[in-house]
Structures are given as structure tokens and as C-alpha cells.
DNA sequence: GCCAACGTTGGC
DNA sequence: GCCAACGTTGGC
């Protein structure tokens, strides 16, 4: 039934609990099994929607836990159904309901995605920057099983090169290599972890950005959250491609991720996917 | 339209 | 908890 060739997605939920506006917006590998499918809701970022937008049924997903002690993918999934307004902009007791939003025209969508499996072997974050950190296309001895070509892909893998997506495009190869490590494992033995063995990782520039230069005291107020809401409209903006980075301040980026998530119905726990939600 | 400030993501 | 990365807002 599908018209098109499947794809694939990486999606990330944050797994540790993290109560926001009263509610805890955990959701993890563990929750997503119990809960069978699940509404991917509370994104609300322009770029993740637009990718969302592009799911089918069938597609697969990589189900990563993010902003937590371990971070890595946990299990898989596929989209069950297709981009649909998330009707939890619209209610105003969501920790993440976006006033700016009408139903007559939805800003923010969602789709459903339904567990498949757990990964047999968490994929850790920590490995797959150590294998995007290894000098040549050559896997370690204890992963050889993924080859060359398994080493490139994750080189180029967002969540890597990019990482604060909420929602990326993963390659079919990709897939088939976090597949493969998920099943097989075997780096056990290996300890990457932080400055993992080849300290790789990416070195951080230090000079970089000034950023640095707020730091001021910021009253954490609590801050409407309407500002990242997101005004752009929605047009479409889609595809904005990939820009430059300008040194200096001015990356520029394009799109980004962010999605929290909330609840569902009054009588379930609210589950988050999306990391990071705005406090 | 540029760019500085700001607020968030998210690894560590 | 820290802080680097980076998307977004908003002044000009």
C-alpha cells in the first residue's frame, strides 16, 4: 500500500520524568510498549512538523531516548497514521497549547506511531559518536559486522552531525546499521564513553559562538511559553534545506526540532515524546 | 534583511 | 547543574 518507498525517521522522547505544568511528560521505551500507538504530539517546531508531514504508513522509526543519562536508541516503531492536527494546541490547560493557533487553520501536526520493538542492545549515543569519530570507514573489530559502509553512514547521521532535531530523516542504510548493532552488539567490551576511547567526539571549538555573552540573570520566569511557539506560519516552509553555517553568530540553521508532548486523555499519564519540553 | 540577544535543546 | 549549540525574535 504504499505508494512510495518506505522511509525512515529517528524520534526522540525523553524517558526520565520531567513534570511540566503539573504533568509528567516522561515517555519511554518502557511506556511506549505498554501504550501499544501513540500520538507523537506537542511538537512545535517548524521543521520536525514539516517532516512529519512527509510520513506514511509503514515508515519506520528509530525511537531514541534523549536528554537523559544514557542517551541512545531504545526500540523501533512505524507510523500507524498519518500527519494530523495536533489538537493539543488547541487546549489551554496543554502545557504546550500554542493560542496563536486556530482549528480552522492547524499549525501543528502529528502522526501516530506504533511500538514494534525494543533494541535487543540499547544503541548508545556514545558508540555511534565514537563510530563517527573513528579516522577511517574501518569498524572496530568488535562491530566489524557493520562495514564499511555502515561507518559512513553513521558519520552522517543528523544526530550526530546535528543533533538537536527532535525528528530527522535517517537513511535506509542507517536503519539497517542501528538495526544490525541493535541486534548483534558486541562492543560491550569497548568503553567510549565521554571521552570514549578514541576521544574522538567532536572536539569542541572553542572560540565559537558568543553566545556566551548572556548569561545574565534571568529571571526564569516562567515566561509565557508563547515565544517559541513558533510564528512562522505554516506555509509551508518546508523545505528549507540546508543553509550555511556562518561562523559567527549568525548560524543559521534552519529548522529545528523541539516538540514536547503532553497528554493525552485526562485519564492517561500524560506521555512526552519529544525532548525537551520548555519549562 | 541583518544581526545581536535570548531562550531552549540536550549531551555530559 | 553546566554550558555549548542553535533556532527564533525583534531592533534597527
Redesign the pocket.
Known amino acids: 500500500m504504499q505508494s512510495h518507498p518506505t522511509r525512515y525517521w529517528l524520534m526522540?522522547a525523553?524517558p526520565d520524568s520531567r513534570v511540566v505544568k503539573g504533568k509528567d511528560v516522561k515517555f519511554s521505551v518502557d511506556d511506549f510498549e505498554s501504550a501499544g500507538t501513540t500520538p507523537w504530539e506537542g511538537v512545535?517546531?517548524?521543521?520536525a512538523r514539516n517532516l512529519m508531514r512527509e510520513m506514511a504508513v509503514g515508515d519506520k522509526i528509530l525511537f531514541?531516548?534523549?536528554?537523559?543519562?544514557n542517551?541512545g536508541i531504545a526500540g523501533f516503531a512505524e507510523v500507524s497514521k498519518e500527519a494530523y492536527p495536533d489538537y493539543t494546541a488547541w487546549d489551554s490547560s496543554h502545557p504546550y497549547f500554542d493560542a496563536k493557533t486556530d482549528k480552522d487553520k492547524p499549525k501543528w501536526f502529528m502522526v501516530d506511531a506504533a511500538f514494534v520493538s525494543r533494541a535487543r542492545h540499547f544503541v548508545?549515543?556514545?558508540l555511534l559518536?565514537f563510530i563517527a569519530g573513528l579516522p577511517s570507514s574501518d569498524p572496530p573489530t568488535e562491530i566489524a559486522y557493520v562495514g564499511e559502509n555502515g561507518v559512513k553512514a553513521v558519520k552522517a547521521m543528523q544526530?550526530v552531525?546535528?543533533?538537536?532535531?527532535?525528528v530527522q530523516r535517517v537513511t535506509e542504510e542507517c536503519w539497517s546499521v542501528i538495526e544490525l548493532l541493535a541486534e548483534k552488539g558486541g562492543w560491550e567490551s569497548m568503553s567510549f564513553?565521554?571521552?570514549?576511547a578514541a576521544g574522538i567526539?567532536?572536539?569542541?571549538?572553542?572560540?565559537?559562538?558568543?553566545?556566551?555573552?548572556?548569561?545574565?540573570e534571568?529571571d526564569?520566569?516562567?515566561?509565557d511559553?508563547h515565544?517559541?511557539?513558533?510564528?512562522?506560519d505554516e506555509g509551508d516552509a518546508g523545505a528549507e534545506a540546508k543553509?550555511e553555517?556562518?561562523s559567527?553568530?549568525?548560524?543559521?540553521?534552519?529548522?529545528?526540532?523541539?516538540?514536547?508532548e503532553q497528554l493525552g486523555d485526562p485519564d492517561q499519564v500524560p506521555r512526552r515524546k519529544?525532548?525537551?519540553?520548555?519549562?
Request: hydrophobic share 20%; aromatic share 2%; charged share 35%.
Open positions: 526522540k525523553e512545535r517546531n517548524f521543521e531514541y531516548h534523549s536528554n537523559c543519562k542517551p548508545p549515543l556514545s559518536r544526530l552531525t546535528r543533533g538537536r532535531l527532535s564513553t565521554k571521552t570514549n567526539r567532536q572536539a569542541k571549538p572553542k572560540a565559537g559562538r558568543k553566545t556566551l555573552t548572556r548569561k545574565i534571568v526564569e520566569a516562567t515566561a511559553s515565544k517559541a511557539s513558533g510564528l512562522q543553509q553555517v556562518t559567527g553568530r549568525g548560524r543559521k540553521r534552519k529548522a529545528s526540532d523541539v516538540h514536547q519529544s525532548t525537551r519540553t520548555k519549562k
